[in-house]
């Protein structure tokens, strides 16, 4: 009885909303490796940086030991328009489960972008507008990212110029318009609009791109043009720095009720939202003040963490940004065409790398089917149709809530439900047909991708 004090969801209010962000790399010790410049192979310098980042984002970039960043009062009042988002306790799972876990999930998908990627988008654009630039550009896999940042570019009235990896943007016509609906101008990926799209297109024809490329292009479209810069939607720790306001809010709101999880569960694609809700939890881990259970859950055809290796590789197929050490497939890995565009990335953030080789997370695969069995089932009983990409936290939670049913302990289980499915419905259409299929790359897949990685002492 005592339990059902806690409500179906916890809503803070605006004043219980974090002022900072979190920089969870000050309390690090091991601390991830520095960016190092393609050029001189040496660590990247600020001026350096801030060619192709605003210049607050590469300072951002390169802090790594001051622990609150301040949440600029515009930036703020943004969030309000959807934040504090809930925590929900998934009651209704439980009982369909007969778990004796309590779970919970941080709803990130009240927003017309229908993900996360808002939380940073407005912060990007925030100080690239602060800087006085015209505009900025960037990539996007499933569409997410782009049009949160159309979003916060139509806010801030910045021009938005969008790379959209070419198979989401024939399958997701739907994403496509919401962006341009607000303004941005969209290219399919590769494209022969840049110098490094036209390379990519003669060594790969007929190809359905990828993130990597798209980066490349939209990091050239930058550079190659004055008040121009370059914005990322993950992998970076400015991004996963952002993010760490669902992971304030997440704590705030347990400490509300006196409750204590005992796992912390998140989709990675870069990383920037796992990182982001983990960061505060790992935070009181590096200092001996508690201890968790931190699991990364990413897709089986794209396994960055779980079968990737620790080293420096670019971010990008086009190794115009710098190098970053993260686990990684290699840059010019390219993933088979999964329905979680979000997820097919090579490599993944340097913060949650570090954390990662340091024994305080674990990594996990899981197969797509069971992805979207485990997102049907949620839906069934939750009333949310979620993103495949959050599905694989959604399948994780429950594969964790029924180990629990076998041994009888009640678990308390949070995961990050990072986005809606709305524009995912050819995917899950795939599913309902029966002709969804499982890919996972080969041995000799995964060794083509490590052969891009580039090599030079100490990187081997
Ligand atoms: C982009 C995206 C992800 C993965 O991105 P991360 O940077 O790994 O957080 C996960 N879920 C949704 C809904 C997304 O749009």
Same mark, same amino acid.
């Given at each position: 009885?005592?339990?059902?004090?806690?409500?179906?969801?916890?809503?803070?209010?605006?004043? @219980?909303?974090?002022?900072?962000?979190?920089?969870?790399?000050?309390?690090?010790?091991?601390?991830?490796?520095?960016?190092?410049?393609? @050029?001189?192979?040496?660590?990247?310098?600020?001026?350096?940086?801030?060619?192709?980042?605003?210049?607050?984002?590469?300072?951002?970039?390169?802090?790594?030991?001051?622990?609150?960043?301040?949440?600029?009062?515009?930036?703020?009042?943004?969030?309000?328009?959807?934040?504090?988002?809930?925590?929900?306790?998934?009651?209704?799972?439980?009982?369909?489960?007969?778990?004796?876990?309590?779970?919970?999930?941080?709803?990130?998908?009240?927003?017309?972008?229908?993900?996360?990627?808002? $939380?940073?988008?407005?912060?990007?654009?925030?100080?690239?507008?602060?800087?006085?630039?015209?505009?900025?550009?960037?990539?996007?896999?499933?569409?997410?990212?782009?049009?949160?940042?159309?979003?916060?570019?139509?806010?801030?009235?910045?021009?938005?110029?969008?790379?959209?990896?070419?198979?989401?943007?024939?399958?997701?016509?739907?994403?496509?318009?919401?962006?341009?609906?607000?303004?941005?101008?969209?290219?399919?990926?590769?494209? $022969?609009?840049?110098?490094?799209?036209?390379?990519?297109?003669?060594?790969?024809?007929?190809?359905?791109?990828?993130?990597?490329?798209?980066?490349?292009?939209?990091?050239?479209?930058?550079?190659?043009?004055?008040?121009?810069?370059?914005?990322?939607?993950?992998?970076?720790?400015?991004?996963?720095?952002?993010?760490?306001?669902?992971?304030?809010?997440?704590?705030?709101?347990?400490?509300?009720?006196?409750?204590?999880?005992?796992?912390?569960?998140?989709?990675?694609?870069?990383?920037?939202?796992?990182?982001?809700?983990?960061?505060?939890?790992?935070? @009181?881990?590096?200092?001996?003040?508690?201890?968790?259970?931190?699991?990364?859950?990413?897709?089986?055809?794209?396994?960055?963490?779980?079968?990737?290796?620790?080293?420096?590789?670019?971010?990008?197929?086009?190794?115009?940004?710098?190098?970053?050490?993260?686990?990684?497939?290699?840059?010019?890995?390219?993933?088979?065409?999964?329905?979680?565009?979000?997820?097919?990335?090579?490599?993944?953030?340097?913060?949650?790398?570090?954390?990662?080789?340091?024994?305080?997370?674990?990594?996990?695969?899981?197969?797509?089917?069971?992805?979207?069995?485990?997102?049907?089932?949620?839906?069934?009983?939750?009333?949310?149709?979620?993103?495949?990409?959050?599905?694989?936290?959604?399948?994780?939670?429950?594969?964790?809530?029924?180990?629990?049913?076998?041994?009888?302990?009640?678990?308390?289980?949070?995961?990050?439900?990072?986005?809606?499915?709305?524009?995912?419905?050819?995917?899950?259409?795939?599913? $309902?047909?029966?002709?969804?299929?499982?890919?996972?790359?080969?041995?000799?897949?995964?060794?083509?991708?490590?052969?891009?990685?580039?090599?030079?002492?100490?990187?081997?």
């Amino acid at each position: 009885m005592e339990e059902k004090k806690i409500p179906y969801k916890i809503y803070l209010s605006e004043d @219980e909303m974090p002022r900072a962000w979190y920089n969870v790399r000050a309390d690090m010790t091991n601390k991830p490796a520095p960016l190092l410049d393609g @050029e001189t192979m040496q660590p990247i310098t600020l001026e350096k940086l801030s060619e192709v980042f605003c210049e607050e984002l590469a300072r951002q970039e390169m802090d790594d030991t001051t622990a609150w960043f301040e949440i600029p009062e515009e930036i703020r009042n943004f969030y309000k328009m959807y934040r504090p988002s809930p925590l929900v306790r998934a009651y209704c799972l439980e009982e369909k489960l007969g778990t004796p876990a309590h779970i919970y999930y941080k709803f990130e998908g009240n927003n017309t972008s229908g993900s996360h990627k808002l $939380n940073s988008a407005i912060a990007q654009a925030y100080y690239a507008k602060r800087q006085g630039l015209k505009g900025v550009t960037t990539e996007t896999g499933a569409g997410q990212w782009g049009t949160a940042l159309s979003m916060a570019c139509a806010y801030l009235g910045l021009d938005c110029e969008v790379f959209m990896v070419k198979c989401s943007y024939e399958q997701k016509p739907f994403r496509r318009e919401v962006m341009r609906t607000y303004g941005a101008n969209v290219t399919p990926s590769p494209s $022969n609009t840049t110098a490094v799209g036209r390379k990519i297109l003669e060594q790969f024809p007929g190809t359905s791109g990828s993130l990597g490329c798209a980066i490349s292009e939209a990091v050239e479209a930058a550079t190659s043009r004055e008040g121009y810069r370059y914005v990322l939607g993950s992998v970076l720790s400015q991004v996963l720095l952002h993010q760490t306001i669902i992971g304030l809010e997440t704590q705030t709101a347990l400490r509300k009720y006196g409750i204590k999880p005992d796992m912390i569960i998140g989709c990675a694609g870069g990383g920037s939202n796992l990182g982001g809700l983990i960061a505060p939890f790992a935070g @009181e881990m590096l200092r001996g003040e508690a201890n968790y259970q931190l699991i990364a859950v990413e897709p089986a055809s794209c396994p960055s963490l779980t079968r990737g290796v620790y080293r420096y590789d670019y971010c990008d197929t086009g190794a115009i940004c710098p190098l970053q050490k993260m686990y990684t497939l290699g840059n010019g890995f390219i993933p088979a065409a999964t329905h979680s565009g979000g997820l097919r990335y090579h490599g993944m953030s340097a913060i949650v790398s570090q954390l990662y080789e340091d024994g305080l997370m674990e990594a996990r695969s899981v197969a797509q089917t069971d992805v979207f069995a485990a997102a049907q089932e949620f839906a069934k009983c939750e009333g949310i149709l979620p993103a495949p990409e959050s599905s694989h936290a959604i399948k994780v939670a429950i594969d964790e809530a029924l180990k629990c049913k076998e041994t009888g302990e009640s678990k308390t289980i949070v995961f990050g439900l990072t986005g809606t499915g709305y524009f995912d419905m050819m995917s899950y259409g795939k599913f $309902n047909d029966g002709l969804m299929t499982d890919y996972v790359p080969t041995e000799e897949e995964l060794r083509r991708g490590f052969d891009s990685i580039p090599k030079f002492p100490g990187n081997e």
